[in-house]
């Protein structure tokens, strides 16, 4: 028989790229996120109290409202299923004061996923991280209320004590207005003011090790991101374990700069862009006008993705290096 009558008699399949498929999909990336952010979500619940109960239900509840509504708007089917809005939601709400008005978390799910996600042209196109684009809203809208910090009170006592928490400052804020340095243990255990989510280092290591292990992450954002932190802290004069464990370090870097669609995709340009964040994060916590950087250090390196990965992209094995 000829390749002709072969050709004709062989069923083909014609398909664009990619051609290479895999079991992992959206929503089981989304479900491992929530998963990895349950112990830091626990966390909050266990030192605040109620309120932190109703700050992530509420933030949650605007991203996927805002997602549903969007969809409807567009004409297309509710896309809640993948989890993507979902993990949104939460991730803002670790980032957002305990005890801020309920309208607040519910506005800024809303704003990220319609400004940071949906006018980019959804899922997968954003440029910038959706739920740190909610969360600079809110800071630039209501900076006090944002600002506004309670000390957290014994587990059990916040249910009998009349009341939820003392008003104090974050340790960020302690050390750079008063020069006081929270205990070390304090803070890796989270028994200190600060976000829903963020006061607790030990419960943001334990989902970051899952998302490592389910390899959902990469090492080289987080771990490039917080040995630059802890490399300037030290030639800057300041103790480095304590800007390991203070503010949004660890949750900006396992599951902030992480992102999938924000972040470079590149091996290099990953190491690139997690010192990036690094040099951002203490210059701000060194000489800006805020105490805490993360948030604006993620945002401002997703801004140069495009040019890291223009630099950093490898070269096609069996082609000339191109011009750039």
């Known amino acids: 028989m000829s390749i002709k009558d072969d050709l004709q008699?062989?069923?083909?399949?014609?398909?664009?790229?990619?051609?290479?498929?895999?079991?992992?999909?959206?929503?089981?990336?989304?479900?491992?996120?929530?998963?990895a952010l349950l112990p830091a979500a626990a966390a909050g619940v266990y030192f605040f109290g109620l309120d932190a109960v109703f700050v992530i239900a509420s933030a949650v509840l605007g991203a996927t409202g805002a997602e549903a509504l969007v969809a409807r708007i567009r004409g297309r089917a509710i896309p809640l299923y993948d989890g993507s809005a979902l993990v949104t939601g939460l991730l803002l709400a670790l980032t957002l004061p305990p005890g801020v008005p309920l309208w607040m978390p519910l506005t800024g799910g809303a704003f990220g996923i319609i400004v940071g996600k949906s006018l980019f042209?959804?899922?997968?196109?954003?440029?910038?991280?959706?739920?740190?684009?909610?969360?600079?809203?809110?800071?630039?809208?209501?900076?006090?209320?944002m600002t506004s910090w309670r000390w957290p009170?014994?587990?059990?006592?916040?249910?009998?004590?009349?009341?939820?928490?003392?008003?104090?400052?974050?340790?960020?804020?302690?050390?750079?207005?008063?020069?006081?340095?929270?205990?070390?243990?304090?803070?890796?255990v989270g028994r200190v003011a600060g976000c829903v989510g963020e006061t607790s280092v030990l419960a943001l290591l334990v989902g970051a090790a899952y998302l490592l292990a389910r390899g959902v992450i990469d090492w080289r954002i987080p771990i490039s991101y917080i040995a630059t932190v802890m490399s300037l802290a030290?030639?800057?004069?300041?103790?480095?374990?304590?800007?390991?464990?203070?503010?949004?370090l660890i949750l900006?870097?396992?599951?902030?700069?992480?992102?999938y669609v924000s972040g470079p995709i590149t091996p290099?340009?990953?190491?690139?862009?997690?010192?990036?964040?690094?040099?951002?994060?203490?210059?701000?916590?060194?000489?800006?006008?805020?105490?805490?950087?993360?948030?604006?250090?993620?945002?401002?390196?997703?801004?140069?993705?495009?040019?890291?990965?223009?630099?950093t992209f490898p070269r096609i094995f069996g082609l000339k290096k191109m011009e750039v």
């Open 268 to 311: 290099k340009g990953k190491l690139v862009f997690g010192a990036g964040c690094g040099v951002m994060t203490m210059l701000i916590r060194g000489y800006g006008g805020f105490p805490e950087g993360v948030t604006y250090a993620i945002l401002l390196m997703n801004a140069t993705v495009p040019l890291i990965e223009r630099y």
């Open 9 to 35: 008699t062989s069923e083909l399949t014609l398909a664009s790229s990619p051609h290479l498929h895999t079991d992992v999909t959206v929503r089981r990336i989304m479900s491992d996120v929530v998963i």
């Open 234 to 248: 030290g030639i800057m004069g300041f103790d480095p374990t304590f800007h390991l464990f203070a503010g949004g």
């Open 153 to 188: 009170v014994a587990s059990g006592e916040w249910m009998t004590s009349g009341f939820d928490a003392l008003s104090t400052a974050t340790p960020l804020d302690l050390m750079r207005l008063q020069g006081v340095a929270t205990p070390l243990g304090d803070l890796f």
């Open 252 to 259: 900006g870097a396992f599951y902030m700069a992480t992102d």
């Open 121 to 145: 042209g959804g899922l997968g196109l954003n440029v910038f991280n959706p739920a740190l684009v909610g969360r600079v809203f809110l800071v630039a809208s209501f900076p006090v209320s």
